[in-house]
T-cell receptor, first 116, second 111 residues
C-alpha cells in the first residue's frame, strides 16, 4: 500500500509553546490529507480535512487558530499546535488519500504529543 | 456519526480463522465498505475495501451480503500479531469524503 510518514513520532513540549507535526506522502501525491486526534482508550476523532493549496476545513469544536494546518504541497501537510497545554497531550495521526484504488486513505504512524 | 455497528470485542484462537462482523444497514449505493485495524500505539492500517462483490487480498477476505447491509472480514489464519482493534467504515470514495471511526472490535488472538 501507499506510504504515509509522520514526524516526529513523539515530542514533549513545555506548556505555552508551539509544536509542529509533519505528514508526508512518500510514494504518491495527496491532494487531500486528514488530521485525527486520539485520546487513550478512545477512537480516532477527525480534526480537519486539508486540501493542497487551500484552507483546511475543521470539524465542529476544533479551534482552527489553535491547530494550524498547512498543506502547501501535494506531499506535505503540517499540523501546528499553538500555545500547547497539557490537555492537548494526545496521539495525532494524519492520513492521505490516493487518487487510485478507490481513493483509499492511508495513515501515518502517528505522533505522540506530551505537554508538560 | 459512525454508520456501522460492530461487536465490542472478540477472541480467536491462533491459527484459526477470525470472522469479524459489521452491520451497515443504512449504507448508500455509492458507499464502499472499508476495513482498517489499529495495533496499539500505531496509526490505522488499511486492510481491504469493497463495494458489493467479495474481495480478497494478501491480508484478508471481505464478504458483503447481497443487500449490502452487513459484511464480514475474515482473517484466514490468525496470528498473535493480528491482535488489534478492527474498524469497519462506510465511505463514498470521492474527494474529501472522510473516514469516520466508530469504536471498532477489539480482536484478541489467543495462543
Amino acid at each position: 500500500g501507499a506510504v504515509v510518514s509522520q514526524h516526529p513520532s513523539w515530542v514533549i513540549c513545555k506548556s505555552g509553546t508551539s509544536v509542529k507535526i509533519e505528514c508526508r506522502s512518500l510514494d504518491f501525491q495527496a491532494t487531500t490529507m486528514f488530521w485525527y486526534r486520539q485520546f487513550p482508550k478512545q477512537s480516532l476523532m477527525l480534526m480537519a480535512t486539508s486540501n493542497e493549496g487551500s484552507k483546511a476545513t475543521y470539524e465542529q469544536g476544533v479551534e482552527k487558530d489553535k491547530f494550524l494546518i498547512n498543506h502547501a504541497s501535494l506531499t506535505l501537510s503540517t499540523l501546528t499546535v499553538t500555545s500547547a497545554h497539557p490537555e492537548d497531550s494526545s496521539f495525532y495521526i494524519c492520513s492521505a488519500r490516493t487518487g487510485s484504488s478507490g481513493n483509499t486513505i492511508y495513515f501515518g504512524e502517528g505522533s505522540w504529543l506530551t505537554v508538560v | 456519526d459512525a454508520k456501522t455497528t460492530q461487536p465490542t470485542s472478540m477472541d480467536c484462537a491462533e491459527g484459526r480463522a477470525a470472522n469479524l462482523p459489521c452491520n451497515h444497514s443504512t449504507i448508500s449505493g455509492n458507499e464502499y465498505v472499508y476495513w482498517y485495524r489499529q495495533i496499539h500505539s500505531q496509526g490505522p492500517q488499511y486492510i481491504i475495501h469493497g463495494l458489493k462483490n467479495n474481495e480478497t487480498n494478501e491480508m484478508a477476505s471481505l464478504i458483503i451480503t447481497e443487500d449490502r447491509k452487513s459484511s464480514t472480514l475474515i482473517l484466514p489464519h490468525a496470528t498473535l500479531r493480528d491482535t488489534a482493534v478492527y474498524y469497519c467504515i462506510v465511505r463514498a470514495p470521492f474527494g474529501n469524503e472522510k473516514l469516520t471511526f466508530g469504536t471498532g472490535t477489539r480482536l484478541t488472538i489467543i495462543p
